[in-house]
């Protein structure tokens, strides 16, 4: 049996009342932590090597030690702007366990110095927003927020901020634009929120489930926390499986659980009679892995699945099964980054247009095999050439698409066009020299 | 004081479609004044706004350092009270924020959240991204449509991910998340919207307890499962970003 931090309670009836919750132990952890140095909470965040778990996978106790020292105005961000499709765990986790991100919050802003912290939660999620509304209001009722939280020298205001649709405010210098009241733009890096971010002072941004881990750490030790999952990839990871299978939804494991344990085990796998195509490990963000036993046996971890070729994003599987054609997953993909790109960066605005009008020739039975070589230039033109990732979360699925399903990108071209009349791009007698393969040499995916 | 016909905010008004909602609002069809510079903050002395939104608006402006980073709760606000961001609604927050018209509608336009032109009181927005879309949301949205037909309290759009692949297909009824949904519930959720019932209760997310506890299902999609992107003309998916 695997360990559980957050599921092993969650249906309990109440948990998102103040009573239930300081119950089962809460707000001990921020009482032990009022009690302890700031600059020790850090030290046992960087023990535990917790990793953000919002998609990038960046440190946490390192992205706290980053903010300055002394006297300054310094805030706590929590984002819980969850809109990377597949993602669906900070939903659950927020809406039934309120008090355990207000009292995580609580822990960092103390340890970083923050007096100030806000949640920005997407717009979408009205009923959330509403909960945490109603459980921060209890919590400052009770002395846990507020001025001099219980009864020590340090007070934190915190408020809930919602947004108002938008994919780019996850970003996290986007979200900081959204939470001062602007259209969410991006900002050049560096200078890096922790040095200068909400109203130009230090600001920590770290992901809803990141933060709800920050009392279990304080609770077991830093360095026990770092026994839960792998050595580079630690504690429990809240998956969410989508798509295609019998049973989608939360589920948590530990890090390093084996993939198949997850898509088939828990999630019940692909329904009766289909096979898995390609699944996205996390996130539509993430290049697609083949749904073959190489990738199934993989450990669900940080570096396996970077290493595989992918990335672990925010955990998000989606499973794609083989009675779906590849061109309309990227198609489907291509038009998301599309319409969420904020069009500050030409390559990002530009390049997720074009590649959806390059689908949509294939789909229309215009295209030719060559539209795939130059959708995979495209794509990687988009590369590391914006001021976020936005373009890049669309280039990197496409490409891994193409690389993966280059074959039937091309029979759907040529069923494309004789469903269009329009005779085949390469004469069947040559289908077998078609040249080398050159997908490699575009392919974002390994760079 | 009544427009004279020649007044350009009175022949804007005559475009606009009128709605049950907006026409409960007093002069909602009034104020804009279309001459005056979008780049002039409007005087709170001389524009009418509900004590009620103007006092929302400032414990909103409280929380922050910045008045700014209040804009868009109150954008939200005034968009309840008016059925949408019209310019009346933009001009009232502007003048209790103290900005400009100008900067409230640019940040209005970013945001899919927000409407830029008056739609029905009702808001569905149907999911139709990857995940959803793997299940049938293209097919649930079709079947929408179809059953909110042309009443204009409907507004049914499509969405991005919102975040509720579990129980997809899903849709966000006046921001109520219900799912899985199959084609007879959307002529349901249409009756019980226009019905002032509440909506689908049995499917409700709020209600639902975590996947482990549940029985496994067979995986089967309870629409039809085309992805294949027809769909483009609908809600905020025209023809590429909302605006550029």
């Given amino acids: ?447 | 004081m009544t427009p004279s016909p020649s007044d350009p905010s009175r022949r804007l008004a005559g475009q606009v479609r009128r709605y049950s909602h907006g026409s409960r609002v007093p002069d909602w069809d009034r104020a804009a004044d279309l001459q005056k510079a979008p780049a002039v903050i409007p005087d709170l002395a001389t524009t009418r706004v509900s004590d009620e939104l103007r006092e929302a608006i400032e414990q909103y402006m409280s929380r922050y350092p910045d008045r700014r980073s209040a804009a868009l709760p109150a954008l939200m606000l005034a968009q309840k009270v008016h059925g949408w961001c019209s310019p009346l609604a933009i001009e009232q927050v502007a003048a209790v924020m103290r900005l400009t018209p100008g900067y409230l509608s640019s940040v209005a336009t970013f945001y899919d959240m927000f409407e830029t032109e008056p739609k029905g009181e009702h808001t569905v927005y149907v999911c139709t991204n990857i995940s959803c879309a793997l299940r049938g949301g293209d097919a649930i949205y079709e079947a929408m449509v179809e059953a909110a037909g042309d009443d204009p309290r409907m507004n049914v759009r499509t969405f991005e991910c919102l975040g509720a692949c579990d129980i997809a297909p899903m849709a966000s009824v006046n921001g109520e998340y219900v799912g899985p949904l199959d084609e007879a519930d959307c002529r349901q959720i249409v009756d019980e919207l226009t019905s002032g019932r509440p909506v689908l209760e049995h499917k409700r997310l709020r209600d639902r307890p975590s996947a482990i506890d549940l029985p496994m299902g067979d995986g089967l999609p309870t629409a039809g499962r085309d992805i294949s992107n027809r769909i483009t003309a609908s809600g905020n998916d025209v023809a590429g970003p909302k605006d550029m």
Avoid at chain 1, 66 to 93: H, I, Q, W
Avoid at chain 1, 95 to 104: A, D, F, R, S
Avoid at chain 1, 273 to 290: E, N, Q
Avoid at chain 1, 401 to 425: D, P, Q, T
Wanted: aromatic share 8%; net charge negative; glycine share 10%.
């Fill in chain 1, 1 to 447: 049996m695997s360990t559980l931090l957050f599921y092993d309670e969650i249906d309990k009836p109440g948990l998102a009342s103040l009573s239930t919750y300081h119950d089962i132990g809460g707000y001990s952890m921020l009482r032990k932590a009022l009690d302890m140095e700031p600059q020790a909470i850090i030290e046992q965040l960087l023990a535990s090597n917790v990793r953000g778990r919002g998609g990038a996978g960046f440190a946490m106790g390192r992205k706290a030690s980053f903010l300055p020292k002394g006297d300054m105005d310094k805030y706590l961000v929590c984002n819980a702007d969850e809109s990377e499709p597949g993602t669906f765990k900070d939903r659950e986790l927020m809406q039934k366990n309120p008090h355990l991100l207000i009292e995580g919050m609580a822990i960092a802003s103390y340890a970083i110095g923050a007096s100030r912290a806000y949640i920005f939660i997407r717009g979408e999620y009205m009923h959330q927003a509403d909960v945490l509304d109603a459980a921060i209001a209890e919590a400052r009722e009770a002395g846990f927020l507020g001025d001099r939280v219980m009864g020590s020298d340090y007070s934190l205001e915190l408020w809930v901020h919602r947004g108002a649709g938008a994919y780019i405010c996850g970003e996290e210098t986007a979200l900081l634009d959204a939470l001062e009241g602007k259209r969410g733009n991006p900002r050049l890096k560096p200078p890096f929120p922790a040095i200068e971010g909400l109203y130009q002072g230090p600001t920590l941004i770290n992901n809803v489930e990141t933060l709800m881990n920050v009392p279990h750490i304080l609770r077991m030790g830093g360095e026990k926390f770092a026994e839960i999952g792998t050595s580079g990839s630690t504690g429990t990871k809240v998956v969410c499986v989508s798509g295609c299978v019998r049973r989608p939804g939360n589920y948590e494991v530990e890090l390093g659980t084996p993939t198949r344990d997850i898509i088939y085990g828990l999630a019940g796998g692909p329904p009766e009679g289909r096979k898995i195509k390609c699944w996205f490990p996390g996130g539509s963000s993430a290049p697609v892995l083949p749904g073959t036993d190489e990738y199934m046996d993989l450990p669900f971890d940080f570096e396996s699945i970077a290493e595989a070729g992918s990335m672990l994003g925010s955990a998000a599987i989606i499973i794609v099964d083989d009675s779906v054609p590849i061109v309309d997953v990227a198609l489907k993909t291509a038009k998301f980054y599309r319409h969420e790109s904020c069009g500050k960066c030409t390559p990002c605005r530009e390049g997720t247009n074009w590649t959806v009008k390059m689908l949509e020739r294939i789909e229309n039975g215009q295209a030719t095999p060559m539209d795939l070589d130059i959708m995979a230039s495209v794509c990687d033109q988009i590369l590391g050439n914006c001021l976020c990732v936005l373009g890049d979360a669309m280039a990197m699925p496409i490409s891994s698409m193409i690389k993966h399903f280059r074959e039937e990108f091309e029979e759907h071209i040529e069923m494309a066009r004789e469903r269009n009349g329009l005779g085949a791009a390469i004469p069947v007698m040559n289908r077998d020299e078609r040249g080398p393969d050159r997908s490699a040499e575009y392919s974002a995916v390994g760079h």
